[in-house]
């Protein structure tokens, strides 16, 4: 059974600084990794999607990282800004016949101080 | 309106009632879902619509009754739930079958649900 873990659960940091989330899952038989943000009693939004056999994404300011083998995700985040603040989930898919099935992390609540 | 959209945004109810959340996607999507985030737990996912077949239903309870009208609705009846139903419902939707399920699922903004 596929689980996904999140560390850290939380995490405050200054403005400014360059941080790194991480992802782990216990079954590398994943057909891709996905990134999202979710804001206080919002929905998520996506990301990155990374599928399996790429090594990373980027998008602006962020760049998610993929080791499919070691089971690991990373999720980086430069020049962080109180924007930022959010809980970031992560989450990984089967294979289509597995119904396009999401298993998500716990999350990392972001804090980013002014 | 674009994107996902869920009413109600909140809903409180008691154990003896019966009310229905309801989702509604513009994106021209063939599969939809339903998640239920619990505080401090990870989102779990309920049931999967495809072309309004349900393809998934994730050992849900039976209180919990799935509606697909159509490829662009999707309806989670409720009935004699218990306080631990309480938690925000998330609706998404993807391309679906076409895709191989592969592609990125977008969000509506949750009910948030306390039952007393």
């Known amino acids: 059974k596929q689980e996904v873990t999140q560390i850290p659960a939380a995490l405050s940091v200054p403005e400014g600084e360059n941080l790194v989330l991480n992802c782990s899952f216990t079954d590398s038989a994943i057909y891709n990794l996905q990134w999202f943000r979710q804001d206080p009693g919002k929905g998520l939004t996506s990301l990155l999607l990374i599928q399996s056999s790429q090594r990373e994404q980027t998008s602006g300011r962020l760049n998610a990282s993929l080791d499919k083998s070691s089971g690991r995700s990373t999720l980086y985040i430069a020049a962080s800004q109180p924007g930022d603040s959010a809980t970031y989930l992560c989450a990984v898919r089967g294979f289509y016949n597995q119904g396009g099935k999401l298993i998500f992390g716990q999350g990392t609540e972001l804090s980013v101080k002014p | 309106e674009t994107g996902v959209t869920q009413t109600p945004r909140h809903l409180v109810m008691g154990m003896t009632n019966k009310k229905s959340l309801k989702c509604e996607q513009h994106?021209?999507?063939?599969?939809m879902y339903w998640y239920k985030q619990s505080a401090k737990k990870p989102l779990e996912l309920m049931f999967v619509y495809s072309l309004e077949e349900r393809v998934e239903n994730n050992s849900v309870p039976s209180r919990f009754s799935p509606e697909c009208p159509n490829s662009s609705h999707l309806f989670l009846h409720l009935h004699t739930l218990q306080p631990e139903d309480s938690a925000l419902y998330l609706c998404a939707s993807s391309q679906g079958p076409t895709s191989g399920y592969t592609d990125t699922q977008y969000f509506g903004p949750g009910t948030r649900l306390t039952v007393l």
């Open positions: 994106l021209g999507h063939n599969a």
